[in-house]
Protein backbone atom coordinates (compact mmCIF):
# COMPACT_ATOMS: atom_id res chain seq x y z
CA UNK A 1 0.00 0.00 0.00
CA UNK A 2 1.22 3.77 -0.45
CA UNK A 3 0.33 4.70 2.54
CA UNK A 4 2.70 1.68 4.08
CA UNK A 5 5.65 2.64 2.05
CA UNK A 6 5.90 6.42 2.67
CA UNK A 7 5.02 6.48 6.52
CA UNK A 8 8.12 3.39 6.56
CA UNK A 9 9.96 6.19 5.04
CA UNK A 10 9.94 8.24 8.69
CA UNK A 11 11.57 6.88 11.60
CA UNK A 12 10.75 9.46 14.40
CA UNK A 13 7.04 7.85 13.95
CA UNK A 14 5.97 4.39 14.34
CA UNK A 15 5.12 3.19 10.51
CA UNK A 16 1.17 2.78 10.48
CA UNK A 17 -1.47 1.37 7.96
CA UNK A 18 -4.27 3.03 7.28
CA UNK A 19 -6.38 0.02 8.63
CA UNK A 20 -5.80 -0.88 12.31
CA UNK A 21 -7.23 -4.53 11.54
CA UNK A 22 -6.58 -7.46 14.30
CA UNK A 23 -6.31 -5.67 17.36
CA UNK A 24 -8.61 -6.92 20.03
CA UNK A 25 -8.23 -3.48 22.19
CA UNK A 26 -9.68 -1.26 19.21
CA UNK A 27 -13.63 -0.82 19.22
CA UNK A 28 -14.89 -1.21 16.00
CA UNK A 29 -14.04 1.78 13.68
CA UNK A 30 -17.17 4.50 12.98
CA UNK A 31 -15.73 4.66 8.90
CA UNK A 32 -14.41 1.69 7.29
CA UNK A 33 -13.54 1.71 3.86
CA UNK A 34 -12.32 -0.96 1.45
CA UNK A 35 -10.92 -0.41 -1.34
CA UNK A 36 -13.10 2.76 -2.01
CA UNK A 37 -12.73 3.69 -5.92
CA UNK A 38 -14.71 7.00 -7.24
CA UNK A 39 -14.23 8.00 -10.86
CA UNK A 40 -15.87 10.58 -13.10
CA UNK A 41 -15.78 9.05 -16.37
CA UNK A 42 -12.37 8.64 -17.31
CA UNK A 43 -11.11 10.52 -14.64
CA UNK A 44 -10.13 8.59 -11.23
CA UNK A 45 -10.93 10.86 -8.54
CA UNK A 46 -9.89 8.29 -5.44
CA UNK A 47 -8.25 5.13 -6.38
CA UNK A 48 -8.58 1.87 -4.60
CA UNK A 49 -8.48 3.98 -0.53
CA UNK A 50 -8.76 1.85 2.45
CA UNK A 51 -9.51 3.83 5.35
CA UNK A 52 -10.29 3.26 9.23
CA UNK A 53 -11.54 5.98 11.51
CA UNK A 54 -11.74 4.80 15.33
CA UNK A 55 -14.44 6.70 18.30
CA UNK A 56 -13.27 9.74 19.07
CA UNK A 57 -10.41 9.94 16.96
CA UNK A 58 -9.31 13.57 15.24
CA UNK A 59 -7.95 12.72 11.87
CA UNK A 60 -6.78 15.62 9.61
CA UNK A 61 -6.94 14.78 5.51
CA UNK A 62 -4.02 17.21 3.57
CA UNK A 63 -3.80 17.29 0.30
CA UNK A 64 -3.06 19.77 -2.24
CA UNK A 65 -5.99 20.96 -4.51
CA UNK A 66 -7.24 18.10 -6.57
CA UNK A 67 -6.30 15.18 -4.66
CA UNK A 68 -9.48 14.11 -3.43
CA UNK A 69 -10.62 15.66 -0.48
CA UNK A 70 -13.88 17.01 -1.45
CA UNK A 71 -14.85 13.80 -3.02
CA UNK A 72 -13.71 11.43 0.02
CA UNK A 73 -15.63 14.49 2.51
CA UNK A 74 -18.93 14.14 0.36
CA UNK A 75 -18.55 10.07 0.45
CA UNK A 76 -18.33 10.52 4.31
CA UNK A 77 -21.34 12.62 4.54
CA UNK A 78 -23.45 10.63 2.55
CA UNK A 79 -24.23 13.08 -0.41
CA UNK A 80 -22.65 10.48 -2.41
CA UNK A 81 -24.07 7.13 -4.33
CA UNK A 82 -21.21 5.10 -2.78
CA UNK A 83 -22.69 2.28 -5.48
CA UNK A 84 -22.68 -0.74 -3.61
CA UNK A 85 -18.68 -0.67 -2.43
CA UNK A 86 -17.58 -1.27 0.98
CA UNK A 87 -18.44 1.56 2.68
CA UNK A 88 -19.54 1.92 6.49
CA UNK A 89 -20.16 5.18 7.70
CA UNK A 90 -21.89 6.19 11.17
CA UNK A 91 -26.02 6.90 10.70
CA UNK A 92 -25.24 9.96 12.78
CA UNK A 93 -22.55 12.37 10.88
CA UNK A 94 -22.99 15.98 10.34
CA UNK A 95 -20.70 18.48 8.14
CA UNK A 96 -19.45 22.05 8.78
CA UNK A 97 -18.24 23.08 5.43
CA UNK A 98 -15.88 26.24 4.71
CA UNK A 99 -18.86 28.87 3.87
CA UNK A 100 -21.14 28.16 6.80
CA UNK A 101 -24.19 27.09 4.79
CA UNK A 102 -26.81 28.69 7.26
CA UNK A 103 -29.90 28.99 5.39
CA UNK A 104 -30.63 32.29 5.37
CA UNK A 105 -34.44 32.65 5.55
CA UNK A 106 -34.06 30.76 9.04
CA UNK A 107 -33.00 32.77 11.94
CA UNK A 108 -29.82 31.46 13.66
CA UNK A 109 -31.90 28.21 16.35
CA UNK A 110 -33.80 27.46 13.74
CA UNK A 111 -30.89 26.51 11.61
CA UNK A 112 -29.02 24.64 14.37
CA UNK A 113 -32.53 22.91 14.71
CA UNK A 114 -32.93 22.33 11.29
CA UNK A 115 -34.02 18.75 10.51
CA UNK A 116 -34.15 17.86 14.50
CA UNK A 117 -37.07 15.79 15.89
CA UNK A 118 -38.43 15.97 19.18
CA UNK A 119 -40.65 18.61 21.41
CA UNK A 120 -37.38 20.13 22.87
CA UNK A 121 -35.92 21.38 20.24
CA UNK A 122 -35.41 25.05 20.86
CA UNK A 123 -33.87 23.79 24.06
CA UNK A 124 -31.60 21.60 22.69
CA UNK A 125 -30.61 24.62 19.41
CA UNK A 126 -30.32 27.19 22.78
CA UNK A 127 -27.74 24.97 24.43
CA UNK A 128 -25.70 23.93 21.15
CA UNK A 129 -25.97 27.52 20.42
CA UNK A 130 -24.66 29.11 24.01
CA UNK A 131 -21.89 25.88 24.01
CA UNK A 132 -20.41 28.01 21.20
CA UNK A 133 -20.65 31.14 22.23
CA UNK A 134 -23.65 32.18 20.35
CA UNK A 135 -26.32 32.38 22.99
CA UNK A 136 -26.95 36.24 22.62
CA UNK A 137 -27.46 35.63 18.65
CA UNK A 138 -30.94 33.11 18.62
CA UNK A 139 -32.98 35.49 16.76
CA UNK A 140 -30.37 37.01 14.55
CA UNK A 141 -30.78 36.28 10.80
CA UNK A 142 -27.74 34.31 8.87
CA UNK A 143 -26.46 37.34 7.17
CA UNK A 144 -26.18 39.55 9.52
CA UNK A 145 -23.59 37.54 11.53
CA UNK A 146 -19.65 37.44 10.51
CA UNK A 147 -18.05 34.85 9.00
CA UNK A 148 -16.30 33.19 12.16
CA UNK A 149 -19.89 33.78 13.77
CA UNK A 150 -21.63 32.06 11.29
CA UNK A 151 -19.25 29.12 11.56
CA UNK A 152 -19.60 29.10 15.19
CA UNK A 153 -23.10 28.47 14.39
CA UNK A 154 -22.56 25.83 11.82
CA UNK A 155 -20.57 23.81 14.17
CA UNK A 156 -23.53 24.43 17.15
CA UNK A 157 -26.09 22.88 13.92
CA UNK A 158 -23.49 19.77 13.92
CA UNK A 159 -22.81 19.39 17.18
CA UNK A 160 -26.67 19.82 18.39
CA UNK A 161 -27.26 16.33 16.59
CA UNK A 162 -24.57 14.32 18.70
CA UNK A 163 -22.63 12.84 15.98
CA UNK A 164 -20.96 9.91 15.65
CA UNK A 165 -18.33 11.50 13.17
CA UNK A 166 -18.05 15.28 12.64
CA UNK A 167 -16.66 16.25 9.42
CA UNK A 168 -14.85 19.27 9.02
CA UNK A 169 -14.27 20.58 5.66
CA UNK A 170 -11.39 23.57 5.75
CA UNK A 171 -14.13 25.08 8.15
CA UNK A 172 -11.83 27.67 9.16
CA UNK A 173 -10.13 28.57 5.76
CA UNK A 174 -11.97 31.71 5.02
CA UNK A 175 -11.52 33.15 8.45
CA UNK A 176 -8.77 35.90 9.44
CA UNK A 177 -6.00 34.57 11.83
CA UNK A 178 -7.22 35.44 14.58
CA UNK A 179 -10.73 34.16 14.51
CA UNK A 180 -9.31 30.64 13.43
CA UNK A 181 -7.08 30.62 16.45
CA UNK A 182 -10.24 30.90 18.52
CA UNK A 183 -11.97 28.89 16.60
CA UNK A 184 -9.09 26.08 16.81
CA UNK A 185 -9.76 25.99 20.64
CA UNK A 186 -13.22 26.17 20.01
CA UNK A 187 -13.25 23.22 18.17
CA UNK A 188 -10.71 21.17 20.39
CA UNK A 189 -12.91 21.81 23.66
CA UNK A 190 -16.04 20.48 21.88
CA UNK A 191 -14.40 17.31 20.80
CA UNK A 192 -12.75 17.06 23.83
CA UNK A 193 -16.89 17.91 25.59
CA UNK A 194 -18.81 15.43 22.98
CA UNK A 195 -15.99 12.89 21.52
CA UNK A 196 -17.38 12.56 18.29
CA UNK A 197 -14.71 10.81 15.60
CA UNK A 198 -13.49 13.75 13.87
CA UNK A 199 -12.22 13.87 10.01
CA UNK A 200 -11.20 17.25 9.36
CA UNK A 201 -10.02 18.20 5.96
CA UNK A 202 -7.13 21.30 5.12
CA UNK A 203 -4.55 22.44 3.80
CA UNK A 204 -2.74 23.95 6.74
CA UNK A 205 -0.23 21.90 8.38
CA UNK A 206 0.06 23.56 11.02
CA UNK A 207 -3.53 23.50 11.78
CA UNK A 208 -3.27 19.70 11.46
CA UNK A 209 -0.77 19.07 13.72
CA UNK A 210 -2.34 21.14 16.35
CA UNK A 211 -6.10 19.56 15.98
CA UNK A 212 -5.09 16.30 15.18
CA UNK A 213 -4.45 12.88 16.35
CA UNK A 214 -3.80 11.26 12.80
CA UNK A 215 -2.68 12.78 9.65
CA UNK A 216 -3.43 11.84 6.65
CA UNK A 217 -2.33 13.07 2.73
CA UNK A 218 -4.25 12.39 0.06
CA UNK A 219 -2.59 12.47 -3.81
CA UNK A 220 -4.67 11.03 -6.62
CA UNK A 221 -6.80 10.09 -4.79
CA UNK A 222 -4.77 7.61 -2.90
CA UNK A 223 -2.98 7.99 0.91
CA UNK A 224 0.34 8.57 0.14
CA UNK A 225 1.40 9.46 3.80
CA UNK A 226 0.39 9.07 7.31
CA UNK A 227 1.60 10.19 10.28
CA UNK A 228 -0.01 9.39 14.08
CA UNK A 229 1.56 11.86 16.76
CA UNK A 230 1.37 10.50 20.08
CA UNK A 231 2.68 14.45 21.53
CA UNK A 232 -0.24 15.83 23.75
CA UNK A 233 -1.25 19.03 22.24
CA UNK A 234 0.15 22.02 24.13
CA UNK A 235 3.42 19.85 23.88
CA UNK A 236 4.39 19.20 20.43
CA UNK A 237 6.48 21.84 19.58
CA UNK A 238 9.02 19.27 19.86
CA UNK A 239 7.72 16.57 17.32
CA UNK A 240 6.25 19.84 14.84
CA UNK A 241 9.60 20.76 12.99
CA UNK A 242 10.30 17.27 11.64
CA UNK A 243 6.82 16.49 11.12
CA UNK A 244 6.24 19.83 8.87
CA UNK A 245 8.70 18.82 6.84
CA UNK A 246 7.65 15.70 6.07
CA UNK A 247 3.70 16.76 5.56
CA UNK A 248 4.67 19.93 3.32
CA UNK A 249 7.17 17.05 1.81
CA UNK A 250 4.57 14.64 0.60
CA UNK A 251 2.46 17.62 -0.36
CA UNK A 252 5.40 18.51 -3.39
CA UNK A 253 6.81 21.19 -1.16
CA UNK A 254 10.57 20.62 -0.58
CA UNK A 255 10.96 22.64 2.71
CA UNK A 256 14.38 22.88 4.63
CA UNK A 257 13.04 22.28 8.28
CA UNK A 258 11.93 25.53 10.38
CA UNK A 259 9.22 27.87 10.76
CA UNK A 260 6.93 29.47 8.17
CA UNK A 261 9.25 32.38 7.78
CA UNK A 262 11.81 30.47 6.29
CA UNK A 263 9.64 28.12 4.62
CA UNK A 264 8.77 30.23 1.30
CA UNK A 265 12.76 31.88 0.99
CA UNK A 266 13.69 29.28 -1.80
CA UNK A 267 12.16 30.19 -4.79
CA UNK A 268 11.22 27.40 -6.90
CA UNK A 269 11.02 25.05 -3.91
CA UNK A 270 7.29 24.36 -4.74
CA UNK A 271 7.04 21.41 -7.61
CA UNK B 1 -18.87 81.18 -8.41
CA UNK B 2 -21.81 79.90 -10.64
CA UNK B 3 -21.19 76.27 -9.86
CA UNK B 4 -22.11 75.86 -6.46
CA UNK B 5 -24.99 78.41 -7.51
CA UNK B 6 -25.91 75.76 -10.04
CA UNK B 7 -25.76 72.92 -8.13
CA UNK B 8 -27.75 74.42 -5.15
CA UNK B 9 -30.21 74.70 -7.99
CA UNK B 10 -29.88 70.87 -9.10
CA UNK B 11 -30.25 69.64 -5.02
CA UNK B 12 -33.37 71.88 -4.57
CA UNK B 13 -35.07 70.32 -7.60
CA UNK B 14 -34.38 66.96 -6.76
CA UNK B 15 -35.99 67.56 -3.15
CA UNK B 16 -38.86 68.97 -5.41
CA UNK B 17 -39.60 66.29 -7.61
CA UNK B 18 -43.73 66.86 -6.94
CA UNK B 19 -43.43 70.37 -8.60
CA UNK B 20 -43.08 69.61 -12.28
CA UNK B 21 -46.49 67.04 -12.33
CA UNK B 22 -48.19 69.98 -10.53
CA UNK B 23 -46.95 72.37 -12.58
CA UNK B 24 -48.20 70.88 -15.27
CA UNK B 25 -51.59 69.84 -13.32
CA UNK B 26 -52.04 73.82 -13.22
CA UNK B 27 -50.99 74.34 -16.74
CA UNK B 28 -54.20 71.74 -17.87
CA UNK B 29 -56.72 74.05 -15.90
CA UNK B 30 -55.56 76.83 -16.84
CA UNK B 31 -55.90 75.84 -20.79
CA UNK B 32 -59.17 74.53 -19.79
CA UNK B 33 -60.77 77.56 -18.02
CA UNK B 34 -59.30 79.98 -20.59
CA UNK B 35 -60.43 77.71 -23.34
CA UNK B 36 -57.22 76.57 -24.73
CA UNK B 37 -58.53 72.67 -24.06
CA UNK B 38 -61.91 71.99 -25.23
CA UNK B 39 -63.74 69.87 -22.86
CA UNK B 40 -64.31 67.29 -25.61
CA UNK B 41 -60.59 67.27 -26.01
CA UNK B 42 -59.24 66.36 -22.45
CA UNK B 43 -61.97 67.83 -19.38
CA UNK B 44 -60.04 70.09 -16.56
CA UNK B 45 -58.70 68.55 -13.88
CA UNK B 46 -60.98 70.28 -11.26
CA UNK B 47 -64.14 68.49 -13.69
CA UNK B 48 -62.48 65.28 -13.42
CA UNK B 49 -62.60 65.90 -9.49
CA UNK B 50 -66.04 66.78 -9.59
CA UNK B 51 -67.13 63.91 -11.70
CA UNK B 52 -64.64 61.73 -9.43
CA UNK B 53 -67.47 63.44 -6.23
CA UNK B 54 -70.81 62.74 -8.15
CA UNK B 55 -69.92 59.41 -9.27
CA UNK B 56 -68.73 58.29 -6.06
CA UNK B 57 -71.87 59.30 -4.34
CA UNK B 58 -74.12 57.90 -7.00
CA UNK B 59 -72.56 54.46 -6.22
CA UNK B 60 -72.24 54.61 -9.99
CA UNK B 61 -68.11 54.45 -9.54
CA UNK B 62 -67.73 51.75 -6.68
CA UNK B 63 -69.87 49.83 -7.93
CA UNK B 64 -68.05 49.54 -11.41
CA UNK B 65 -65.07 49.68 -9.91
CA UNK B 66 -66.05 46.38 -7.57
CA UNK B 67 -67.13 44.47 -10.69
CA UNK B 68 -63.27 45.32 -12.45
CA UNK B 69 -61.70 44.37 -9.44
CA UNK B 70 -63.47 41.07 -8.89
CA UNK B 71 -62.54 40.17 -12.94
CA UNK B 72 -59.09 41.25 -11.70
CA UNK B 73 -58.94 38.85 -8.50
CA UNK B 74 -60.84 36.11 -10.00
CA UNK B 75 -58.57 35.86 -12.86
CA UNK B 76 -54.68 36.32 -11.37
CA UNK B 77 -56.40 33.85 -8.60
CA UNK B 78 -56.89 30.87 -11.21
CA UNK B 79 -54.05 31.75 -13.77
CA UNK B 80 -52.09 32.43 -10.24
CA UNK B 81 -52.40 29.14 -8.91
CA UNK B 82 -52.20 27.44 -11.89
CA UNK B 83 -48.75 29.02 -12.44
CA UNK B 84 -47.92 27.93 -8.75
CA UNK B 85 -49.04 24.21 -9.41
CA UNK B 86 -47.49 23.86 -12.92
CA UNK B 87 -44.23 25.94 -11.90
CA UNK B 88 -44.08 23.04 -8.80
CA UNK B 89 -44.49 20.25 -10.58
CA UNK B 90 -41.30 21.23 -13.84
CA UNK B 91 -39.35 22.78 -10.84
CA UNK B 92 -39.57 19.69 -8.44
CA UNK B 93 -40.08 16.67 -10.92
CA UNK B 94 -38.01 16.01 -13.73
CA UNK B 95 -40.44 14.22 -15.81
CA UNK B 96 -43.02 17.17 -14.94
CA UNK B 97 -40.79 19.22 -16.35
CA UNK B 98 -40.43 17.17 -19.65
CA UNK B 99 -44.00 17.57 -20.01
CA UNK B 100 -44.81 20.92 -19.08
CA UNK B 101 -42.06 23.06 -19.91
CA UNK B 102 -42.13 22.71 -23.73
CA UNK B 103 -45.83 23.31 -23.47
CA UNK B 104 -45.43 26.35 -21.33
CA UNK B 105 -42.51 28.08 -24.07
CA UNK B 106 -45.39 27.50 -26.85
CA UNK B 107 -47.90 29.15 -24.77
CA UNK B 108 -45.16 32.37 -24.21
CA UNK B 109 -44.99 32.51 -28.25
CA UNK B 110 -48.57 33.34 -28.30
CA UNK B 111 -49.33 37.11 -27.65
CA UNK B 112 -52.63 36.86 -24.98
CA UNK B 113 -54.52 39.40 -26.08
CA UNK B 114 -54.05 37.34 -29.87
CA UNK B 115 -56.72 34.82 -28.34
CA UNK B 116 -59.84 37.05 -27.27
CA UNK B 117 -61.11 36.53 -30.61
CA UNK B 118 -61.16 32.50 -29.56
CA UNK B 119 -61.77 33.28 -26.08
CA UNK B 120 -65.12 34.86 -27.65
CA UNK B 121 -65.93 32.13 -29.65
CA UNK B 122 -65.62 29.86 -26.84
CA UNK B 123 -67.17 31.32 -23.95
CA UNK B 124 -69.48 34.52 -25.86
CA UNK B 125 -69.21 37.67 -24.11
CA UNK B 126 -70.20 37.17 -20.41
CA UNK B 127 -67.71 37.38 -17.52
CA UNK B 128 -66.06 34.25 -18.78
CA UNK B 129 -63.89 35.31 -22.00
CA UNK B 130 -62.45 38.11 -19.47
CA UNK B 131 -61.32 36.06 -16.70
CA UNK B 132 -59.99 33.65 -18.81
CA UNK B 133 -57.71 35.71 -20.63
CA UNK B 134 -56.53 37.61 -17.02
CA UNK B 135 -55.90 34.05 -15.88
CA UNK B 136 -54.35 33.28 -18.97
CA UNK B 137 -52.07 35.65 -19.02
CA UNK B 138 -50.76 36.09 -15.78
CA UNK B 139 -50.15 32.26 -15.10
CA UNK B 140 -47.10 32.29 -17.26
CA UNK B 141 -44.84 34.80 -15.39
CA UNK B 142 -45.85 32.73 -11.83
CA UNK B 143 -45.02 29.77 -13.71
CA UNK B 144 -41.54 30.59 -15.18
CA UNK B 145 -40.37 32.28 -12.10
CA UNK B 146 -41.05 29.86 -9.68
CA UNK B 147 -39.95 27.24 -11.83
CA UNK B 148 -36.76 29.29 -12.58
CA UNK B 149 -36.45 29.54 -8.81
CA UNK B 150 -36.90 25.98 -7.58
CA UNK B 151 -34.00 25.09 -10.12
CA UNK B 152 -31.28 27.87 -8.89
CA UNK B 153 -31.70 27.40 -5.26
CA UNK B 154 -28.13 27.36 -4.11
CA UNK B 155 -26.83 23.83 -4.39
CA UNK B 156 -24.49 24.15 -1.60
CA UNK B 157 -27.33 24.63 0.45
CA UNK B 158 -29.44 21.70 -0.36
CA UNK B 159 -25.99 19.68 -0.04
CA UNK B 160 -26.11 20.81 3.68
CA UNK B 161 -29.46 19.86 4.00
CA UNK B 162 -29.31 16.84 3.20
CA UNK B 163 -25.98 16.18 4.93
CA UNK B 164 -28.05 16.78 8.08
CA UNK B 165 -30.62 13.66 7.06
CA UNK B 166 -32.82 15.84 5.75
CA UNK B 167 -36.28 13.98 4.02
CA UNK B 168 -37.05 14.98 0.40
CA UNK B 169 -40.55 16.64 1.88
CA UNK B 170 -38.13 18.31 4.75
CA UNK B 171 -35.90 19.67 2.09
CA UNK B 172 -38.66 21.09 0.08
CA UNK B 173 -40.34 22.29 2.81
CA UNK B 174 -37.14 24.32 4.68
CA UNK B 175 -34.96 24.71 1.51
CA UNK B 176 -36.56 24.93 -1.92
CA UNK B 177 -39.26 26.69 -1.20
CA UNK B 178 -38.19 29.68 0.51
CA UNK B 179 -34.84 29.72 -2.18
CA UNK B 180 -37.38 30.05 -4.38
CA UNK B 181 -39.53 32.49 -2.87
CA UNK B 182 -37.95 35.99 -3.89
CA UNK B 183 -38.04 34.31 -7.48
CA UNK B 184 -41.94 33.74 -6.65
CA UNK B 185 -42.66 37.51 -5.67
CA UNK B 186 -40.67 38.65 -9.01
CA UNK B 187 -43.37 36.26 -10.60
CA UNK B 188 -45.99 37.75 -8.40
CA UNK B 189 -45.50 41.46 -9.56
CA UNK B 190 -45.37 40.76 -13.22
CA UNK B 191 -48.92 38.82 -13.23
CA UNK B 192 -49.98 41.84 -10.73
CA UNK B 193 -49.34 44.41 -13.46
CA UNK B 194 -50.66 41.42 -16.03
CA UNK B 195 -53.93 41.66 -14.60
CA UNK B 196 -54.58 45.31 -14.69
CA UNK B 197 -53.35 45.32 -18.60
CA UNK B 198 -54.92 42.81 -19.47
CA UNK B 199 -58.50 44.07 -17.54
CA UNK B 200 -58.48 46.71 -19.64
CA UNK B 201 -58.58 45.01 -22.87
CA UNK B 202 -60.99 42.69 -21.71
CA UNK B 203 -63.50 44.79 -21.18
CA UNK B 204 -63.42 46.60 -24.23
CA UNK B 205 -65.53 43.03 -24.96
CA UNK B 206 -68.91 44.04 -24.80
CA UNK B 207 -68.85 44.97 -20.48
CA UNK B 208 -72.36 45.67 -19.64
CA UNK B 209 -70.34 46.71 -15.98
CA UNK B 210 -67.43 47.56 -14.97
CA UNK B 211 -64.58 50.03 -15.61
CA UNK B 212 -64.18 49.39 -19.08
CA UNK B 213 -68.07 49.67 -19.55
CA UNK B 214 -68.14 53.39 -17.86
CA UNK B 215 -64.83 54.10 -20.45
CA UNK B 216 -66.95 52.72 -23.58
CA UNK B 217 -70.12 54.81 -22.31
CA UNK B 218 -68.05 57.73 -21.98
CA UNK B 219 -66.52 57.53 -25.19
CA UNK B 220 -69.78 57.35 -27.02
CA UNK B 221 -70.83 60.61 -25.20
CA UNK B 222 -67.02 62.10 -25.24
CA UNK B 223 -66.92 62.27 -21.69
CA UNK B 224 -63.97 62.99 -21.30
CA UNK B 225 -63.51 63.77 -17.79
CA UNK B 226 -65.08 60.21 -16.92
CA UNK B 227 -62.65 58.45 -19.30
CA UNK B 228 -59.35 60.50 -17.22
CA UNK B 229 -60.98 59.54 -14.09
CA UNK B 230 -60.87 55.82 -15.15
CA UNK B 231 -57.68 56.09 -16.66
CA UNK B 232 -56.56 57.35 -12.71
CA UNK B 233 -58.60 54.43 -11.20
CA UNK B 234 -56.42 51.87 -13.53
CA UNK B 235 -53.89 54.03 -12.34
CA UNK B 236 -54.53 53.14 -8.59
CA UNK B 237 -55.22 49.08 -9.10
CA UNK B 238 -51.51 48.78 -10.68
CA UNK B 239 -50.03 51.14 -7.84
CA UNK B 240 -52.11 49.40 -4.92
CA UNK B 241 -51.40 45.67 -6.52
CA UNK B 242 -47.45 46.76 -6.33
CA UNK B 243 -47.88 48.39 -2.93
CA UNK B 244 -49.48 44.66 -1.91
CA UNK B 245 -46.55 42.88 -3.09
CA UNK B 246 -44.16 44.91 -1.38
CA UNK B 247 -46.19 44.43 1.77
CA UNK B 248 -46.09 40.77 1.41
CA UNK B 249 -42.50 40.68 0.39
CA UNK B 250 -41.10 42.80 3.30
CA UNK B 251 -42.97 39.98 5.52
CA UNK B 252 -41.90 37.06 3.53
CA UNK B 253 -38.38 38.11 3.14
CA UNK B 254 -37.57 39.60 5.95
CA UNK B 255 -34.34 37.64 6.48
CA UNK B 256 -32.84 39.64 3.30
CA UNK B 257 -30.05 42.07 4.05
CA UNK B 258 -31.34 45.30 2.64
CA UNK B 259 -34.31 44.96 4.38
CA UNK B 260 -32.48 43.73 7.72
CA UNK B 261 -30.49 46.71 7.96
CA UNK B 262 -33.60 49.40 6.50
Same mark, same amino acid.
Given at each position: ?????????????????????????????????????????????????????????????????????????????????????????????????????????? =??? #???? +? @??? *?? $????? !?? &?? /???????????????????????????????????????????????????????????????????????????????????????????????????????????????? =??? #???? +? @??? *?? $????? !?? &?? /????????? | ??????????????????????????????????????????????????????????????????????????????????????????????????????????????????????????????????????????????????????????????????????????????????????????????????????????????????????????????????????????????????????????????????????
Amino acid at each position: MDARVAASASTEFRPVTTTFAADPRQPDPVVRLRGFTRRFGANVIIDGLDLDIAPGEFVALLGRSGSGKTTLLRTLAGLDDIGGQDVTIPGSRAVVFQDARLLPWK =RIW #RNVA +L @GLG *GS $DIRAR !AE &AA /LREVGLGHRLEAWPLTLSGGEAQRAALARALVREPQLLLLDEPFAALDALTRIKMHELVLSLWRTHRPAVLMVTHDVEEAMALADRLLVLDHGRIVAEERITAERGQRTAVA =RPL #RARL +L @GHL *GV $DAPEG !AY &AD /LIAFPGAAR | MSKPKRESLAHLLARTRWLSPVLLLLLWELGSRIGLIPERTLAAPSAVLGTLMSMTLSGELPSNLLISFGRATLGLAIGASAGLVLGLMAGLSRPGEAVIDPLMQIKRTIPVVALSPLFIVWFGIGETPKIALIAFATLFPIYLNLYNGIRSVDVRLVDAARSFGLTRAQLILHVILPGALPSLFVGLRYSLSLSVLLLVIAEQINASAGLGYLVNNARDFMRTDIIVLCLMVYALLGLAADYLVRLLERRALAWRPNLVEA
